[in-house]
């Protein structure tokens, strides 16, 4: 249950009943636990509205909320807010009530939308490197997150495979290995590419080929078009080779070539719409224009914005621009999807601005987001890179993270065959590596520190992976059944419980909150708290040493945290491993 909607719910018909009024209830969790549990401020705006002493209105909703059976205590502090302590034994049967429940007590969301999201979109003929890492350890987060609070998700990976490179690309192959892309990896297209760049910036001949190249393959050219086959090809093998290390799979595959067909539409539709017009001979859409030309400013820093979005270029070839617009009609046209979001770098802001100022303007109502991301730095503060300058690609990054988490094993003497470690050691490795970034505010930039990312401590995947196996260990040892573990109720005594039990009980909130806000921090915020609270608890309450009731509800409060844990490291992408 989400608990904090359910006692703004209980607030609200306090105030009713006492008042005779429909009004918020403004409820909030308490700053600090020795005032009760969540704060209702309702009366403090009732009390301007109908010019009475605020005090005395908090008075009488106490004595209402005081009624209700989760509530032990309804005390009015200050100029008229109301304190509320929830009851012991109504959390211990609440949350003895998840034990049973396969949802953890995430109820789901009440009206479940559609909604792709569009992430990792890596380019075609380039290795993924630590930028795209953050989109995909971030878009998958979200995926589960979404779809487990009830939303029907479409993840789609936006490959870039359709863009100015492959020009360059076949003119290179052309050029360099007269047109033979057998036996060439990614390394080996990255090369062609770096080559047939640098070529291209002193030879005007071979850019105009490469030019032409482009050209070519867009107007669909069969000879270009198996090349160009032949490189996405190459590059699919590299990518599923990481998304299975990273355990992410997508529902669609939709790159900007598949969006190749709707581009002439495209341009009609912004034509039709008046909000596109010639310059240089480009297509080019100037928001500031709009007042003028519509009779509606553009939304928000774009009213001002004169560098135009360009549609399509003065040698007729469409763009980036182009593409997005064809991608927020085929969600909505044929994927009839109401949402649309986009884990992209937030560098790219400007972008999805004019992207969703130009989709609204022509009439698009899907709800449009982008989540934007920092960048990741290196333990210097600049954008993190290899010793040789060049980008550090994902692979390496994940071969080194599995490296350390082994070298971690193998120190801890945890008791694990050869082979165990091994996957024991690709788990908390990648899982690392993914709890590293999602634990960030996602706009911010973080540093990249390998020392702090296999740490057995703190915020870290490894610590929460080795807090649930925790869990599993005292059921072992005490010979109990894990998984069925059932109790009528749990009784709360000591304070180290009490604690932990209030912490179990903010669960559905905080996976809600986590999801509709695209904030997965918030999820790895709380199992840091809950394994904390957890320590505290096993620290200072014996369990398997305890008797009877008392021994049956700390199992309880255990089986709970190790659910928790365990449910909160699935959604975010993150295996839980049973010992380490
Ligand atoms: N391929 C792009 C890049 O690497 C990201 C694409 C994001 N998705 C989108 N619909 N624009 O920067």
């Not at 290899?386 to 945890?414: H, P």
Request: charged content about 25%; aromatic content about 8%; some cysteine.
């Amino acid at each position: 249950m989400r608990i904090e909607r359910y006692f703004d719910e209980v607030a609200k018909s306090a105030i009713r009943e006492a008042l005779g009024v429909d009004a918020p209830a403004i409820l909030k969790p308490t700053q600090d636990s020795k005032h009760g549990d969540y704060q209702v401020n309702g009366a403090m705006a009732l009390g301007k509205q109908r010019k009475e002493n605020p005090r005395d209105l908090a008075t009488k909703i106490a004595a209402e909320l005081v009624k209700h059976p989760a509530v032990a205590a309804a005390d009015v502090a200050g100029p008229g807010f109301v304190n509320l302590r929830l009851d012991e034994a109504w959390i211990g049967a609440e949350l003895a009530k998840n034990l049973d429940d396969p949802r953890d007590g995430v109820t789901p969301i009440e009206k479940a939308e559609r909604i792709v999201v569009d992430y990792s979109s890596p380019n075609i003929a380039k290795q993924m490197h630590v930028g795209h890492l953050r989109s995909t350890i971030l878009g998958h987060a979200l995926v589960s997150m979404l779809r487990f609070v009830g939303h029907h998700v479409i993840g789609d990976n936006h490959v870039g495979d359709w863009g100015t490179q492959f020009g360059l690309l076949i003119a290179g192959l052309r050029k360099f290995r007269g047109g033979d892309a057998s036996g060439l990896d990614i390394e080996g297209l990255e090369g062609i590419y770096r080559q047939a760049s640098a070529l291209s910036k002193d030879d005007e001949s071979f850019a105009n080929e490469a030019r032409a190249e482009l050209a070519k393959l867009q107007s669909g050219d069969a000879q270009s078009h198996a090349l160009w086959q032949q490189f996405v090809d190459i590059t699919r093998a590299e990518l599923d080779k990481i998304y299975a290390r990273m355990g992410v799979t997508f529902e669609e595959w939709l790159g900007e070539s598949f969006y190749d067909p709707m581009l002439p539409r495209v341009i009609e539709t912004v034509t039709a719409a008046n909000i596109a017009r010639e310059d240089q001979g480009a297509l080019c859409i100037f928001f500031h224009e709009w007042a003028e030309t519509t009779g509606t400013p553009a939304p928000g820093r774009l009213a001002k914005q004169k560098e135009p979005f360009i549609v399509r270029k003065k040698d007729g070839a469409f763009l980036y621009s182009t593409t997005d617009i064809a991608t927020v009609m085929h969600r909505h046209e044929v994927l009839h999807a109401s949402r649309a979001i986009y884990v992209v770098d937030a560098r790219q802001a400007l972008h999805f601005e004019q992207l969703f100022a130009v989709a609204a303007r022509l009439g698009f109502t899907m709800r449009l987001e982008h989540v934007g991301f920092g960048t990741v730095l290196d333990e210097n503060g600049k954008p993190i890179k290899t010793r040789d300058g060049k980008a550090i690609t994902l692979a390496s990054l994940l071969d080194e993270a599995e490296k350390r988490a082994l070298d971690k094993l193998a120190e801890m003497d945890v008791e694990l065959s050869e082979e165990e470690r091994v996957r024991v050691a690709k788990a908390v490795g990648v899982g690392a590596v993914k709890y590293a970034d999602l634990r960030q505010n996602r706009l911010s930039d973080y540093q990249f520190d390998f020392d702090k990312l296999i740490e057995f401590r703190g915020n870290s995947g490894p610590y929460m992976q080795y807090a649930a196996a925790r869990v599993g260990s005292i059921f072992r040892k005490g010979g109990i059944d894990e998984a069925g573990f059932r109790v009528p109720s749990i009784a709360l005594e000591a304070p180290e419980e009490k604690v932990l039990a209030r912490t179990l009980l903010r669960f559905a909130d905080v996976v809600h909150a986590a999801a509709e806000s695209c904030q997965p921090h918030l999820l790895t915020d709380h199992l840091y708290a809950l394994s904390r609270d957890f320590s505290t608890f096993i620290e200072a309450c014996q369990v398997l040493k305890s008797e009877g009731a008392t021994r049956d509800s700390r199992l309880a409060l255990c089986a709970l945290t190790g659910r928790q844990l365990r449910r909160g490291l699935v959604l975010l992408g993150i295996e839980p491993v049973e010992r380490m």
